[in-house]
């Protein structure tokens, strides 16, 4: 089995008692004696720890493409915090430290693609397709990176600005079904149009 335990950091001292003797004896006693055992269990922690180094060292918004030596002056500086953090005697019993690599721009590439894919799955009943512009997946890119909190942000990006308009767009019936919808940046939000709807347009004008 697995328990995770997420940002623990913001954990309550009791917790990281309890914590120190499950990593050490492999099993957790409560206040009226019953126990439980933690025998074949993978404990996983998460924290934040660092998270303020890693957002002032990234630049725009993304992380420095020099992938090994800032990996390894961002890993140095998060251990370093932990240590500020986490008693000795509570890091000494984790079996690994693991420091994830900042995203790179081709992540969050791969990422907001996926995010897209599932507005565009969930227009196939309507027998609709999207043709998402590379100025308009910047738009997104930018409003859906955080450097503190990563790509978290992502979905409600895509959400505030591409599937929300575009549903209210279809609903107002200025969009037609069956046909491909071309998505641009104008100004400050996305904008939606399509090749038969500047057709009629121009031939009424």
């Avoid at 609709?128 to 910047?138: F, G, M, P, R």
């Amino acid at each position: 089995s697995v328990v995770l335990f997420d940002e623990i950091e913001k954990a309550h001292p009791d917790v990281w008692n309890m914590l120190l003797q499950i990593l050490e004896e492999g099993k957790l006693t409560d206040n009226v004696g019953r126990v439980v055992s933690f025998k074949n269990t993978i404990v996983l922690l998460t924290s934040n720890i660092g998270s303020e180094s890693l957002r002032r060292q990234t630049s725009l918004g993304f992380a420095p493409v020099t992938e090994e030596t800032n990996y390894e002056k961002i890993r140095e500086r998060i251990l370093e915090e932990a240590k500020k953090t986490f008693r000795p005697e509570f890091l000494n019993r984790l079996d690994e430290i693991i420091v994830f690599r900042p995203l790179t721009r081709p992540d969050l590439i791969k990422i907001l693609d996926l995010e897209i894919g599932k507005v565009v799955e969930r227009l196939k009943n309507k027998n609709v397709s999207l043709i998402v512009s590379e100025q308009a997946k910047n738009f997104l890119l930018e409003r859906g990176y955080d450097p503190q909190f990563g790509a978290r942000p992502m979905r409600r990006a895509v959400e505030r600005f591409l599937e929300d308009p575009l549903a209210e767009e279809l609903l107002k019936g200025k969009l037609h079904e069956g046909e491909p919808i071309i998505v641009e940046v104008q100004g400050e939000k996305l904008v939606f149009r399509q090749e038969s709807a500047a057709t009629e347009s121009a031939l009424s004008s």
